[in-house]
């Protein structure tokens, strides 16, 4: 009597189902895992990015939007970092109306839940004092290494309380010892521009962006290029005449232009003005690459300090020269 043939292709093809549902299992949970690990902190300007890695430290991921040599008056999201945007734990901005292309999503973000904090806001902000711009908020507070003080402890507290997982104690001790570094920063500037004599601390600069160095450590600004505190705007031929006429009666020996945009505006001016007055780079709105210069906040600060007290404390300018013997620009 034949024997039934036994199917034993039943076990092996019932392994194999449960071995796909189970790699498929393990796919979704990674897939959802992934999916859960946020990016943790959004910041827009990368003076704000490095101060805020400096007080993270490696407890969260930290994405800064604007690259170097980024101008945050006219920088634009892309799709990906705008989803980046709304994913964020805690979205750290500059505020005051600094990143003009930037705030939409950072509102929506906002809306939709996503903490988000405006740093200008909360370090005692300044309001621009020249006519063009008077009484409308300076975003530019990162010029006073003190305010910066104040905002290195507001980011901290958002970071503890915003972002899953950070270890509170070494956030704050993070915190402290970048403190200390700004504290020894604004002791080192305030000696430095000691050596520049009153008649001479005076300012004039491509836009309005160092009113708050100036309070802080005791200059006049006397007007700017752009008289305005963003680099879109357009000066007219009577604002270069009008601002030359001021740099002649205060003397003024120096005209500082950001190195990361042209400095044709600031040598007009020179041209307009009967001084002889150095056009001078500064870093003022945005961070270099390593080696740049002004790789890091600290570095950018020490590097303009250097670069006015230097500036300013020339000797007094003297009348130019006349035709065809006048002196170039170093």
Not at 46 to 71: C, H, K, S
Not at 203 to 211: A, I, S
Request: hydrophobic residues 45%; proline residues 6%.
């Amino acid at each position: 009597m034949n024997r039934p043939v036994e199917n034993r292709s039943r076990p092996t093809a019932l392994a194999a189902v449960l071995a796909l549902i189970g790699a498929a299992f393990l796919g979704l949970t990674a897939c959802a895992t992934t999916g859960a690990q946020r990016p943790g902190v959004v910041v827009t300007t990368n003076i704000l990015g490095d101060i805020t890695r400096e007080i993270v430290g490696d407890q969260a991921e930290v994405t800064v939007l604007m690259g170097p040599g980024a101008d945050p008056h006219s920088f634009g999201v892309s799709a990906p970092q705008a989803a980046r945007i709304e994913q964020a734990d805690l979205i750290v901005h500059n505020g005051l109306g600094l990143e003009e292309n930037v705030l939409r999503h950072v509102e929506a973000a906002r809306e939709s839940g996503v903490a988000a904090l405006a740093v200008g806001e909360g370090v005692d902000p300044l309001t621009y004092a020249s006519d063009d711009t008077a009484g409308r908020p300076d975003p530019h507070f990162w010029t006073d290494p003190v305010r910066v003080r104040t905002a290195v402890r507001l980011i901290a507290d958002e970071l503890i309380e915003h972002v899953e997982g950070v270890d509170a104690t070494v956030v704050r001790a993070n915190a402290a010892r970048y403190d200390a570094r700004l504290s020894d920063l604004s002791a080192w500037m305030r000696n430095r521009f000691a050596a520049i004599p009153d008649d001479r601390r005076n300012l004039v600069t491509d836009h309005h962006v160092f009113g708050y160095l100036a309070q802080r450590f005791g200059f006049r600004v006397i007007g700017a290029v752009i008289p305005s505190g963003t680099t879109l705007a357009s000066p007219s031929a009577s604002d270069l005449a009008s601002l030359a006429t001021a740099i002649e009666r205060a003397k003024v020996p120096a005209i500082f232009a950001d190195s990361s945009r042209p400095d044709r505006l600031a040598q007009a001016l020179r041209r307009e003005s009967h001084v002889d007055v150095r056009v001078l780079s500064l870093f003022s709105e945005s961070l270099t690459e390593r080696g740049g210069g002004a790789a890091t906040y600290l570095e950018m600060m020490r590097a303009n300090t250097t670069a006015m007290a230097d500036g300013l404390g020339a000797p007094t300018p003297t009348a130019r020269p006349t035709a065809g013997t006048e002196r170039k620009t170093p």
